[in-house]
């Protein structure tokens, strides 16, 4: 009998486009060591279809909060951690990240921004809701090396004009913003001066005041898509206080009548629009589902479900005991 002889191709001889569907199922600590086995494998593994979104949106810093800016105090051991799950993200992914997604309660610091802004030169999306240790400094110089941003999620900060500013003049494809926190005059204002061409906004779930929402709809010729979803609308009553605003006039409804898409909700059936009352205007994310904070009716803005290449195995793997 003749021997049987094996007529299929090696594993290093495997196509890339092969390889690349197959590691695309890993995640980050399983490629690590795949990334390692043979030139052919390390190419593969830094493919941009599995690094173009990076979703750490499962990763949370151990911290407590504190009365003393910046509110918040890490754990030494929590931002270890995070400074070495960077790095292997960074290594593997050699640059071709796209998308990278934080979670509302990581909190970086400057250093951790620093070292993947210079890696991933080709961001155009970033979510990090947390900004509480990153000085102004350091998110500057961070937008200055991604000029090529498209689409930014952030919290509310005290002075938005300069990275409004810093957005405008750095980051000359930038398109759509969604804010989590609060939306007044002053961050209306920002947008208006610096981001005049800003085609898509979100700011569902905030504490808005109908001064800036009348502003911003008066100034953003260019604006297509507007999120005031499950917001707390507050006016300034005759007295001086503010009151809750229940139903938009018409003269703003017909101003965001010629918006491509204009989200609106404040009923009361609404479990959103409840939890905004019940949280008073500043939504506690933590209170609810893991993934309510993901949620956006503007649909490039929705972040869906979470990627591979962070998984519940992969933080469990990294987590500090």
């Known amino acids: ?13 495997m196509d890339t486009d092969v390889l690349v569907k197959i590691f695309k199922e890993l995640n ?12 052919l494998w390390r190419l593969a593994c830094s493919d941009p279809l599995i690094w173009g979104t990076l979703d750490f949106g499962l990763l949370k810093s151990n911290f407590i909060q504190t009365r003393a800016s910046p509110y918040i105090w890490v754990d030494d051991r929590s931002d270890k951690r995070l400074a070495r799950i960077l790095r292997v993200a960074m290594a593997i992914s050699c ?34 809701p947390a900004w509480n240790r990153i000085t102004k400094v350091g998110i500057c110089q961070a937008i200055q090396r991604w ?3 498209e689409s930014l999620t952030m919290p509310t ?21 969604k804010i989590m926190g609060s939306f007044d005059s002053q961050f209306s204002s920002a947008i208006s001066q610096f981001l005049p061409k800003l085609k898509v906004l979100s700011i ?78 500043i939504m506690r994310w933590y209170r609810y589902e893991d993934w309510f904070w993901r949620r956006d009716e503007v649909r490039s803005l929705d972040l869906q479900d979470y990627g591979n290449l962070f998984d519940a195995g992969c933080e469990r793997l990294t987590s500090v005991e």
């Open 1 to 13: 009998m003749g021997e049987n002889k094996w007529m299929g191709k090696r594993w290093e001889d």
């Open 28 to 39: 980050m600590v399983e490629l690590s060591p795949v990334s390692q086995v043979c030139r």
């Open 95 to 128: 640059g071709n990240v796209n998308c990278m997604i934080f979670h509302y309660n990581l909190y970086m610091k400057d250093e951790h921004l620093h070292f993947i802004s210079e890696r991933s030169p080709h961001l155009k999306r970033l979510v990090m």
């Open 147 to 149: 000029q090529e941003l």
């Open 157 to 177: 900060i005290g002075h938005p004009p300069y990275i409004m500013e810093e957005i405008g003049r750095s980051c000359k494809n930038f398109t759509e913003l």
């Open 204 to 281: 569902r779930c905030s504490k808005v005041t109908m001064e800036a929402l009348q502003s911003l709809l008066h100034s953003m010729e260019y604006l297509e898509v507007l999120n005031i979803s499950h917001c707390l609308l507050l006016a300034i009553a005759a007295n001086g206080r503010k009151q809750v605003v229940h139903e938009l006039d018409g003269q703003i409804l017909e101003r965001a009548s010629r918006l491509r898409e204009f989200h609106y909700c404040q009923s009361r059936s609404c479990i959103a629009c409840q939890r905004m009352v019940v949280d008073e205007g």
